[in-house]
């Protein structure tokens, strides 16, 4: 009696190819969403999709920008479906740990109180900032100046040329400086006390 080549189940298969990237695709659809039960349903979503496509998954060579690459189109298309955009304030964004390590990296040897106060007033500020935005620039700002991902990978991600990327980007980071500039100064005098 001949041995039969043994071939995993389909399920351990898509499962080894999967697993290994949950934890980042969650991750993403969390800065996508800002919400975790819709960036726990954002991943459910693109998992039962991606299943009957064992074989495609496969075939791909580099997995894990593929797969945030299927999970921004299922963003997308359930933004779309919905008719509602995802917002959420910066410092959700970053864990209470590396929001105070953001924080301290932007302290000068000088910590006069006029100091404190402005770091007291950033964070709030930037989300009403973001808050202002497109959901396309916030997620582009995010994922490359906060999440640190390079350019090339969000051209992948988003499916465009990284030229494109590159001009969006200055446009986006353009915006945000406009919107912290009118913040920061506002058109009234109201504010300013006289002599």
Same mark, same amino acid.
């Given at each position: 009696?001949?041995?039969?080549?043994?071939?995993?189940?389909?399920?351990?298969?898509?499962?080894?190819?999967?697993?290994?990237?949950?934890?980042?695709?969650?991750?993403?659809?969390?800065?996508?969403?800002?919400?975790?039960?819709?960036?726990?349903?954002?991943?459910?979503?693109?998992?039962?999709?991606?299943?009957?496509?064992?074989?495609?998954?496969?075939?791909?060579?580099?997995?894990?920008?593929?797969?945030?690459?299927?999970?921004?189109?299922?963003?997308?298309?359930?933004?779309?479906?919905?008719?509602?955009?995802?917002?959420?304030?910066?410092?959700?964004?970053?864990?209470?740990?590396?929001?105070?390590?953001?924080?301290?990296? #932007?302290? !000068?040897? %000088? @910590?006069?109180?006029? +100091?404190? &106060?402005?770091?007291?007033?950033?964070?709030?500020?930037? $989300?009403? /900032?973001?808050? #202002?935005? !497109?959901? %396309? @620039?916030?997620?582009? +700002?995010? &994922?490359?100046?906060?999440?640190?991902?390079?350019?090339? $990978?969000? /051209?992948?991600?988003?499916?465009?040329?990284?030229?494109?990327?590159?001009?969006? &980007?200055?446009?986006?980071?353009?915006?945000?400086?406009?919107?912290?500039?009118?913040?920061?100064?506002?058109?009234?005098?109201?504010?300013?006390?006289?002599?």
């Amino acid at each position: 009696m001949a041995i039969l080549p043994f071939r995993p189940s389909a399920q351990k298969r898509f499962q080894r190819l999967v697993q290994p990237h949950l934890t980042a695709l969650h991750s993403f659809a969390y800065r996508l969403t800002g919400n975790l039960q819709d960036a726990e349903d954002l991943v459910q979503d693109v998992v039962v999709k991606l299943y009957p496509r064992l074989n495609e998954l496969e075939s791909v060579d580099q997995l894990r920008p593929w797969l945030n690459r299927v999970l921004y189109r299922q963003f997308i298309d359930s933004v779309r479906k919905k008719g509602r955009q995802a917002d959420r304030p910066v410092s959700e964004l970053m864990e209470a740990d590396s929001q105070s390590d953001w924080l301290d990296s #932007q302290r !000068s040897d %000088d @910590q006069s109180p006029e +100091l404190e &106060l402005n770091k007291e007033r950033l964070g709030p500020m930037l $989300d009403r /900032a973001l808050e #202002q935005m !497109s959901p %396309d @620039q916030r997620t582009l +700002l995010l &994922l490359h100046d906060v999440d640190g991902w390079r350019q090339e $990978d969000v /051209a992948e991600v988003l499916g465009v040329p990284i030229g494109t990327v590159k001009s969006r &980007l200055h446009r986006s980071r353009a915006a945000l400086r406009r919107h912290l500039q009118l913040a920061v100064e506002p058109d009234d005098d109201s504010g300013r006390l006289e002599h």
